[in-house]
């Protein structure tokens, strides 16, 4: 009787020796490394066979379980449902940022609504229940609600719904699911190899392009994430290194490293195990830098996916017989499936190598297998050309290219608003007036793009007429630094972006250009900011000719100076009616508490830098010194017991009535509980972490209870509905002043 791997023969070799040879030919090396021969792509449809290939569905199935689990939760967060209401309340006037602007939020109710069939959906992917529809039900509402506000993109939240597609045309039910319980055919089936060569190409080309984007020189010289160096993750590092070399070495050059080499690294079976120990920590130290929801963790859950398929069932078998019963299954004999192709070939080492050969039928490629293939071909090339498709959509296009979320550009830009104004004209009158920044908004990106942009100054015109302004013109001058650059405006002030033109395939006309050309300035910067002492603050200008910045110095701001770095500029005091002509190295004290005009009148663009103390500060600074050396002197006497006792108390600061001293008690307090936190047991933290997740799920389950009420039986009466949204909201008193205070590194000066 022979059996596969059992077969030899005997022959003799020339020495008279005798030799055992295998009848089974040794694999080549592209079949150890890669997994397939050469031949097996040498025609098409070797490749439908090739990429329909019968493989174990364990670890799919794992996948399956952990992403729906990992959605489900996602949604009470990150997608919103638990503050919802604020978000989507009826007859607000908010201005909102769809992707096409024939989308509109449903009613309140309707909106949670949405979320019901999303999260069951997840819950549905998850238990693999109803399968194919519960795809559909995630990923029908989780785009809707995508499209429908571009403010809250990003990489990891396009992952979700990219996923969310893939596991709809796959087989992911085969193992470990409720489907498999109720239909014998689907219970532990083998899927298409294709089902893991899209997720794992997926995650490839996160892996890949995100590297390939940290090329950008802002990246490699360590002025991306240059803020990152500072947090206490990375304080093992500073006890060997300067901070500035952790910023360029670890968090730069390990970042990119880590990008461009984890796809590879996981493919292969010698490197995969490193591979594995590097992304877990990145992606653990990703979960405490960043408030990114469950992208670090859905990142864990598709590491897995590049193991063997099988690795569930040798890693279950090991537990006690006693779990089986809730545990993913340990036979390792998957049956076969209609969705796989199979070869009559005894010498092929497959997946189900140890299931005899002789019960799996031969089959040929069908119009299934062959669009099985056709997809993976088309959607891998559609996903490496996204990230480069810019030429397209250059309307989207800015100081970086494209919507950001689909680009795979994470972390590479970082920005800081110096100044944000909006003017507004009545178009009949003339009649000029100024707004808040953000009013009619909750979000603050509309500052960095410029077809956001465009829907704020449609829908501002849209509200102003409200409070009789007629045919309103509206002016944005906004000034962005990127990278540690120069402040600097990104749109034109002159343009009325109500009536400015605008396309998504042509580029935007009053985008102004990042001023690339003063970005060695940047060292400079450094330079100028170490000679200057604690108490002084700086900022840098970069302006265009013909252009000027109205500025107003604060009377808390003292010594405040302008200096110019480059060009040429025209300084106008707006009280005293007088002009200053300012040029490279000249300096000019600025009055406080008054109006100035900064006019560039050079042909290139001016550089200069304000220069300023913050004296309000720097005054309770001082008081603040004085009164914790005395508090230091009679901690064990009468004078400022007050200063001492009750600092521990809740109301600590009662009985005084010194402004100063109220305001130093009150650090004091602040920073005993940033201490307290910093401190805390990793039991005090879990708890913590807990009480709060739970009240934030607690409140989003119960408004969605409130709203399928009102979808069903109507609204009840007013202050009926009130007190059900007060017990929503109730929350966990806190216990100490701790609990009640969100504290974070560097918030310990006034």
Not at 133 to 154: E, G, R, V
Not at 312 to 330: D, Q
Not at 449 to 469: E, F, P
Not at 678 to 693: D, G, P, Y
Request: hydrophobic share 40%.
């Amino acid at each position: 009787m022979e059996r596969k791997g059992e077969d030899v023969k005997t022959v003799l070799p020339p020495t008279g020796k005798k030799k055992v040879q295998s009848d089974i030919p040794q694999e080549s090396w592209m079949k150890r490394i890669f997994g397939f021969e050469k031949t097996d792509v040498s025609s098409c449809e070797r490749l439908v066979c090739l990429l329909n290939r019968p493989t174990d569905p364990a670890s799919l199935g794992i996948f399956r379980f952990l992403f729906g689990m990992l959605m489900a939760i996602d949604i009470t967060q990150e997608r919103g449902l638990s503050h919802l209401d604020y978000k989507y309340l009826d007859g607000a006037p908010i201005c909102r940022f769809p992707l096409f602007n024939f989308l509109e939020p449903l009613p309140l109710d309707w909106m949670y609504l949405v979320y019901v069939v999303m999260f069951l959906g997840a819950v549905g992917i998850m238990i693999g229940c109803f399968y194919r529809l519960s795809c559909l039900m995630f990923i029908s509402t989780y785009w809707y609600i995508f499209f429908l506000d571009k403010t809250a993109w990003n990489n990891h939240s396009y992952l979700y719904g990219l996923i969310g597609f893939q596991l709809t045309l796959m087989d992911a039910n085969r193992y470990w699911s409720i489907d498999g319980l109720w239909n014998g055919r689907k219970k532990n089936a083998h899927v298409p190899l294709w089902n893991y060569t899209v997720l794992r190409f997926q995650i490839f080309i996160v892996y890949f392009i995100a590297g390939v984007k940290k090329l950008d020189s802002d990246w490699v010289g360590g002025y991306s994430m240059h803020y990152l160096a500072h947090h206490w993750l990375f304080d093992p590092f500073k006890l060997i290194l300067p901070v500035e070399t952790v910023s360029l070495l670890i968090v730069h050059g390990g970042g990119l490293i880590l990008d461009m080499t984890a796809g590879y690294l996981l493919f292969f079976d010698a490197t995969r195990p490193v591979a594995a120990v590097f992304v877990t920590y990145f992606h653990c130290m990703n979960s405490q830098l960043f408030s990114i929801g469950m992208f670090p963790y859905a990142m864990l859950a598709t590491t897995l996916l590049f193991f063997y398929p099988d690795w569930p069932r040798r890693f279950f078998h090991r537990f006690p017989g006693c779990l089986k019963a809730i545990l993913p299954p340990t036979e390792t004999a998957p049956q076969s499936s209609t969705s796989c192709v199979y070869i009559d070939n005894p010498n092929r080492s497959t997946d189900d190598s140890q299931r005899p050969p002789s019960t799996l039928k031969p089959s040929k490629p069908g119009r299934r297998h062959k669009l099985g293939t056709l997809f993976t071909l088309l959607y891998l090339a559609e996903q490496f050309f996204l990230p480069y498709s810019h030429f397209i959509t250059q309307g989207y296009n800015n100081w970086t290219n494209g919507l950001y979320g689909y680009s795979w550009d994470m972390m590479v830009h970082s920005r800081t608003h110096q100044h944000v104004k909006i003017t507004y004209r009545d178009g009949k009158t003339g009649e000029v007036g100024y707004l808040n920044p953000g009013v009619f908004t909750q979000s603050r990106r509309w500052k960095d793009h410029g077809d956001m942009l465009k829907q704020y100054a449609t829908c501002l015109s849209r509200q102003l007429v409200h409070y009789n302004i007629t045919e309103p013109e509206i002016f944005f001058d906004i000034w962005v630094s990127i990278n540690e650059r120069f402040q600097q405006r990104i749109f034109d002030p002159r343009v009325d972006i109500v009536r400015a033109d605008w396309s998504p395939f042509h580029p935007n006309p009053w985008l102004m250009p990042l001023l690339v050309d003063l970005s060695p300035w940047r060292t400079k910067f450094l330079e100028i900011e170490d000679s200057l002492d604690n108490q002084t603050e700086v900022v840098f200008i970069a302006d265009f000719p013909g252009l000027h910045l109205e500025n107003f110095v604060s009377k808390d701001l003292g010594n405040a100076s302008v200096q110019v770095l480059q060009g040429q500029v025209t300084v106008e005091l707006v009280e005293d009616k007088t002009n200053h002509s300012l040029l490279p190295g000249d300096k000019m004290q600025l009055p406080a508490g008054a109006y100035h005009k900064v006019y560039t009148v050079s042909e290139e663009p001016s550089c200069y830098m304000y220069i300023y103390v913050n004296t309000t500060e720097v005054a309770l600074q001082k008081n603040f010194t004085k009164l914790l050396e005395l508090q230091e002197r009679v901690r064990n006497g009468t004078e400022l017991q007050p200063l001492v006792s009750d600092v521990e108390g809740k109301d600590f600061d009662a009985n005084v009535t010194d402004p100063v001293v109220r305001i130093f008690l009150r650090r004091q307090k602040r920073m005993q509980d940033v201490k307290k936190h910093r401190e805390a047991s990793m039991i005090q933290r879990l708890q913590r972490f807990s009480v709060k997740k739970y009240y934030m799920i607690r409140r989003g389950f119960l408004m969605t209870a409130i709203a399928m009420r009102n979808l069903m039986v109507g609204l009840p009466p007013l202050e009926q509905l009130s007190q059900e949204v007060a017990y929503a909201n109730l929350k966990e008193p806190p216990i100490t002043q701790e609990d009640a205070q969100k504290d974070e590194v560097g918030h310990l000066e006034l």
